[in-house]
């Protein structure tokens, strides 16, 4: 498969066709958002209409940045040549002269050089604008001419740079088209002729004398069709001198023609294809359609000419997908040549195969063109067939020109023969699809974007694993394998670390935090599976990824918040509703925007907030701190562990690195939890609770711990005999062993 694409940064491009009667002499356009380049779907693209036959079409781009605090990121464009945009409220201007009559394009970017990914809230909010403002100038005043019909001209004296312009529009079957200048009067007479060349973009400057005698021509070899050309005749003399002018046309011999089977022209123009669409952008078939049936568009070709197929490309429905152009060979036919063959395609846009050059070299030094050989291996076994691909081909007239040679292998040279019965049978199908075949080279998806108000549609392909290029054919940054299934095995399996703490929950008894943890558990492992840059065969979606990506974010922050909660020991009355309190307000902060690090750090602020709050309280009643300094040494393990999980979360992910500094967090956030769990709640019917002042037989072994520790007379309440002598036992031991220590100090 072969690919020719000319778009990068910003890029214009032009599609004729579009007419109107008037030029508009400034015009604004709103501002648009720019975004960093990731794929073709994350460029910002913009329409321009241009009227025919301006003299000047002038561009004014202009970059903004929503806050002064945000990076200075440069937009580039190119027009062809490089312009880069600083958000500065400075405008960079590009000139065109003489545009193409039509749509042009505009695609800004910002180059993608930051391999740091931002958490959302963590900076500012940037957002970069490109505003756009385009002027246009009439063209100058000129005779038009038409072809083949000469005028004659007043040119005034010593006219240098202000001599008479005309115009004159090429012919849809011009292969070459020269401008003339004769039978200047009076004599002596000497002319310059500026023609401006569109293919070119320049000036073509000519300079002739004696034009009584002699005939000046200036040729243009490869005009654009339907195009209009102007051109500028100066008289150098010191009168006003009369001076014919003439546009004489060289013509690809039309198969409509009368004249055309007498000819011996080497071009041959066939009628235009017929246009066969089904129902979408982008499914479009160009062919010969016969009593509503859809032909195959096959023809004879010869060595000496070149026959041409014409077809329309339209605007909006076709110029966002991707020419397709294949040719075949019938291979029954092939393998009765006695030589071999080779079929050479030249694919133009807006032109015909230049006259200049014999139909041998059709495909030499040209960037479109392609050959299918019969030699080849492909040929042999099976498929007698070639193809190109062109994305996002301009709107206007598309030519398909082919010729065929016949050679023999002589010595390891090609010597060229006559082609038995001088011709060959060939296959020409031209469609025009999404991405590459509607496909992404099983790499990637193929994805239908619609772009501003200008109802920009193109289709453009979501590479996977570091693929790149148009159809995810450039392997250059392509992950391997064994890194796609190790990240997907880290970040799923990273989660089954909340086992223990689901563990923990239930033995300590809270049962609703042990569901939190497992619903986070099981959505972060699922989404991950889904989630990612990797090929299809490295994913698994249960549901939608909507649906995983909200029930993981809410299930992260849900988890902080159901561990806040507990360790704060609210009354069961109070606890319930504040329980309840969070899940609701939560579920709204994911669903405005889940990616934002405030969904995370609000629910922690807000329940530590909380739990401090009601340890006060509790130090306030009970006239001592609460809980004690072995508790907060307990839980200083998980602060460390949740604190470090949080900074390499928000500070040092990278594009590169995710896949173990995500893995890091879902570690750091199951096992702090650990740390965090108060101690064994009661059992149901007792109404006894430790942290609330009373106990009972199954808090005894969280009494007794080392990381608890709780009033004698709180402990005591409700208890057995035999119970309240074991803990007085252990109260005078302890108390013996804080005497013993305090003597040894002294």
Known sequence: MTFRLTVTHVTFLFATGWLTDNAAALVWRAQQKVEHYYNYASVTPSRFSLPPGLREAKWHFRAIKSDSSCDVE??????????????????????????????WYSIALIPDTSIHIIQKGLLPDCEYNVSASFETVEPPPHIDLNVGRPAVVAVPQNSAGDGVWVGFTVPPSSQKISLQVSGCQPTPCSIRLTLWDHESGQFIHHNCTNIDQEI???????????????????????????????VVS?????????????????????????????????????????????????????????????????????????????????????????TDVRVCVLVLHNQLPPLDKPPSDLCADRPNAFQLKSSSEAVKTGEASAKLYMPYPAEGTWTVATTVQCYKMVNGSEVIEECQNGAVNITVAVNIHSCVDGECSGKGYCNEDIRSSDFIVFSACDCNAGWRGYGCTDGREAESEA???????????????????????????????????????FFSTFYHACDGDRMEK????????????????????????????????????VNSAVQMAGPLALIVGVLLDRHSLWVIAVPAGAGLLVTLTSWAVRCHNNRKCFPSKRLYLCMLPGVLIAGAGAITFALFETDSNYMYTHSAWHVALSLSIIFFLPPRRPEKGN???????????????????????VPRRVVTQGLTQVQRIWINAGWRRRRLDGNSGRGEGK
């Not at 201007?93 to 009559?101: C, D, E, I, R, Y």
């Not at 909200?550 to 806040?564: A, K, M, N």
């Open 483 to 521: 890194i796609q299934l190790t990240e997907l095995l880290l970040l799923t399996l990273s989660n089954a670390f909340f086992v223990p703490a689901i563990v923990l929950a239930v033995y300590r008894r809270y049962y609703l935090e042990a569901v939190v943890y497992f619903y986070n558990m």
């Open 216 to 246: 000046c021509a200036q040729p243009l070899t490869r005009p654009l069709l339907g195009v209009k050309y102007y051109a500028k005749v100066e008289v150098m003399s010191t009168e006003e001198a009369n001076v014919t002018v003439g």
């Open 687 to 709: 109404s006894n609770t430790i942290m609330g002042g009373s106990t009972s037989d199954g808090s005894l072994r969280a009494v007794m711990h080392g990381c608890t520790e």
């Open 74 to 103: 440069a937009i580039s464009i190119t027009s062809p040549a490089l312009l880069t945009l600083k958000p500065d409220n400075v405008s960079v201007t590009h000139k065109v002269a003489f545009p193409l009559g039509g749509d």
């Open 538 to 573: 490295y994913e698994f979606c249960m549901t939608e990824y909507s649906v995983l990506a909200i029930c993981d974010f809410w299930g992260s922050s849900l988890s902080l918040w159901v561990t806040l909660i507990a360790m704060a020991q609210f009354p069961l009355n």
């Open 250 to 338: 060289h013509d690809c011999v039309s198969d409509d023609s009368p004249s055309s089977s007498g000819d011996d022209s080497t071009c041959r123009l066939m009628s235009r294809l017929d246009r066969f669409q089904e129902g979408s952008n982008f499914k479009t078939q160009f062919v010969r359609m016969y009593n509503d049936t859809v032909e195959e568009t096959t023809f004879v070709v010869s060595n000496s000419t070149v026959t041409v197929l014409p077809f329309l490309v339209e605007r909006i429905t076709d110029i966002g997908g991707t020419l397709h152009t294949r040719v075949s060979l019938n291979k029954a036919e092939v393998f009765s040549q006695t």
